[in-house]
């Protein structure tokens, strides 16, 4: 489960303060599938990294009773300068995983061949999202987090993605931030919507479509 | 109310974040294969040979009786401690912003991985030196050992506290990070590092005893070769200083720390 109670985001700009998100409430149980939409700058990315506990909220209180992912395919969470086996070996250590368990899965499943031994700065933006996307899944959270849509390499590696968290990890929860509500209807039970930096739940998938567009609308 | 059960395991976590970072550490400073790591050795060596070559052939005008080899591993080491740290912690959160998306690692952790290998580093390399100089006789072995490990604790005290606080003040201002690294170059000749605080006019001794890593220098090498020298310090001044330091950086880094914005 993770919970948010009252949160508040604000950032420090030079032109003063920036308060992202108000007065947060939020509920995810273990084994939900949960989207949250939003339009660009509504404060999605923000969400996600309060939810990952990368970033602490300015105010209010987050309990955490699952181990949470950091942004699904999300290839900004490596070390440059080093190589994926060894950004693989540093993360492996840092979640306490075994590594040599880890790494024939991550080097057939993210398909980079020579590439694996090379440093992650010279990567092509797909080529990080892939390993980044199988580095998550040897580390076996209990939530997921999916910014966007994951729109990983071709068709092929999209199936072998899609097969790895919607069959193989259904029993996990999720938590997909979108701005698509197609995206959104196919994979979650309920939905927030988030507006003006305030968070609204909706029980029910079509209130939550029905808010969202009508606030697209305006 | 604190559970024990919860602290341990947050312990066991950050020492295993801690170690992670401190091996891609060694890895990205150092390489798999050049001699990178060789460099924490040859610069104090070079240093200290120096240092004994320019003393040796002006001995004679001097007229001192100290020893020089262990003078001069001494006071390099000493410089090395309270100039690196900090070096290694100023503005560090930029390079290493990425990993921080992984929830358990904090700047905290990035600080003390590197401080980590700073602390390792240079104690090696002082260790070593000794050794080899002792091994080719130019230095006999420390008279007291355990006031020299006194000694190097206390400053590797002070280089940690002075770190956290310049580390911290560096993201906060950016004037401050450009200041510091001259301010060092004006620090060094007063540091102890090439004199012996007995050996200065009274005046100037009420100076230099102000900054902290004269004090420790002097512990260290009245541990060495006390029987050669009249070593000023007062220990209790150190610890004082070194724990105001230490937990101002350390509040400032925390507030730092809170305050990070990600990609």
Redesign the interface.
């Known amino acids: 489960m993770i919970e948010m109670f009252n949160v508040n985001k604000i ?2 700009t030079k032109k003063g303060s920036n308060h992202v998100l108000r007065d947060l409430h939020l509920r995810i149980d273990q084994g939900e599938k949960v989207g949250i939409l939003g339009r660009n700058g509504a404060g999605k990315s923000t969400t996600i ?1 309060l939810l ?5 909220p300015t105010s209010g209180k987050i309990v955490r009773n699952m181990s ?1 992912s ?2 699904l395919a ?1 290839g ?7 190589t994926g086996r ?1 950004n693989l ?3 492996c ?4 995983r075994d590594i040599s368990e880890a790494l024939d899965f991550v080097q057939s499943f993210a398909e980079l061949g020579a590439y694996f031994d090379e440093p992650v700065k010279h990567y092509s933006s797909g080529m990080r999202a892939r390993l980044a996307f199988a580095i998550s899944l040897v580390i076996e959270f209990d939530c997921f987090l999916i910014d966007e849509i994951v729109a990983v390499g071709d068709s092929r590696f999209h199936e072998k993605c899609h097969v790895e968290l919607f069959e193989k990890r259904i029993d996990r929860s999720f938590v997909i931030v979108s701005h698509d509500v197609e995206y959104v209807r196919r994979h979650c039970d309920r939905a927030y919507v988030l507006r003006d930096g305030a968070m609204h739940g909706f029980e029910d998938l079509d209130a939550a479509f029905r808010y969202y567009i009508e606030g697209v609308m305006h | 109310m604190i559970d024990f059960g919860d602290l341990a395991k947050s312990f066991t ?1 950050q020492r ?2 801690i ?2 970072l401190f ?2 550490e060694v ?2 400073r150092y390489g798999r294969h050049n001699i990178g790591f060789l460099w924490l050795f040859l610069e104090p060596m070079i240093f200290t040979l120096g240092i004994t070559t320019f003393w040796t052939l002006t001995k004679a005008v001097h007229g001192s009786s100290l020893p020089i080899v262990p003078f001069a591993i001494t006071g390099y080491s000493s410089v090395l401690m309270w100039r690196n740290m900090p070096g290694r912690l100023a503005k560090a959160v930029e390079p290493n912003i ?8 904090r700047l905290i952790d990035i600080y003390l991985a590197r401080l980590l290998l700073e602390i390792g580093g240079v104690t090696m390399s002082f260790m070593f030196l000794t050794v080899f100089f002792w091994g080719i006789d130019w230095l006999t072995l420390p008279e007291d050992p355990l006031q020299v490990i006194g000694g190097w604790l206390l400053i590797i005290w002070f280089g940690v506290g002075l770190a956290f606080t310049i580390g911290s003040a560096s993201e906060r201002s950016e004037v401050f990070e450009r200041l510091w690294h001259p301010a060092t170059y004006f620090i060094f000749p007063l540091s102890g590092a090439a004199f012996i605080v007995d050996a200065l006019p009274k005046t100037m001794q009420m100076i230099v005893l102000w900054l902290p890593m004269v004090h420790c220098v002097e512990i260290i090498r009245e541990g060495f070769f006390g029987s050669a020298f009249t070593a000023h310090y007062n220990a209790a001044y150190v610890i004082v200083v070194n724990a105001v330091i230490t937990l101002f950086g350390l509040i400032n880094t925390l507030k730092v720390s ?6």
């Open positions: 950032y420090q990294r990952s506990g990368a970033e602490l949470v950091w942004p999300f900004g969470a490596f070390q440059g300068t080093l060894d070996r540093f993360i250590r840092i979640y306490g | 976590i295993r974040v170690w992670a091996l891609r890895l990205t990425g990993l921080m998306h992984h929830r358990n690692v809170n305050r990070i914005i990600l990609e």
